[in-house]
């Protein structure tokens, strides 16, 4: 991140567990309560299914199980951040979401490897330093490959085929 000094990072803060992450905001569509979520057989165990938004079907994943973090039970707390990868639009399940804030790349270090985190160190971009937390940030684009976006994104093809029979 020391090529990134003096610029400001925004960023949507939730929680899954114990854990608070953040995302960059410009890759967040909108955040949406949890909505009935259509089961999808045969797709990877971290994709809970698809829900229709507004007319447009996507495919939501479980982000705990795909970080390998142990969340909270889904409570009204639970959301659905709506976020764009690799030119997809993806639904992830989070625990809550707390915050919108601005972090200058002063605060975000590279991933010190004595940082305790259940989450694999391939899917974080840095560590936010605040007063009294840290805050892991994720690189979206490698929690999901392109290739596994590329089969959510048939998976979800199959489904609305099948939910629309000519």
Do not use: C
Not at 12 to 29: A, C, N, P, W
Not at 97 to 102: C, G, H, Q, T
Not at 108 to 129: F, M, N, Q
């Amino acid at each position: 991140m020391a090529a990134e000094k003096s610029k400001e990072f925004q960023l949507v803060v939730f929680t899954l567990g114990d854990e608070e992450f953040g995302v960059d905001i410009s890759q967040v569509r909108e955040i949406v309560r949890l909505v009935q979520i259509t089961y999808l057989p045969k797709a990877p165990s971290f994709i809970e299914g698809v829900v229709n938004l507004r007319g447009q079907v996507l495919a939501v994943i479980d982000l705990s199980k795909r970080l390998n973090v142990i969340s909270k039970p889904r409570s009204e707390q639970s959301r659905i951040i709506v976020v764009e990868v690799s030119d997809n639009t993806v639904g992830m399940i989070v625990d809550s979401v707390s915050e919108v804030l601005r972090l200058s790349s002063e605060r975000v270090e590279d991933v010190p490897s004595l940082v305790e985190t259940e989450v694999a160190e391939h899917y974080i971009r840095g560590v936010g330093k605040l007063k009294d937390r840290l805050l892991v940030l994720l690189d979206l684009n490698r929690v999901l490959s392109p290739e596994e976006v590329q089969h959510v994104d048939q998976h979800v093809k199959v489904a609305i085929n099948n939910m629309n029979p000519k």
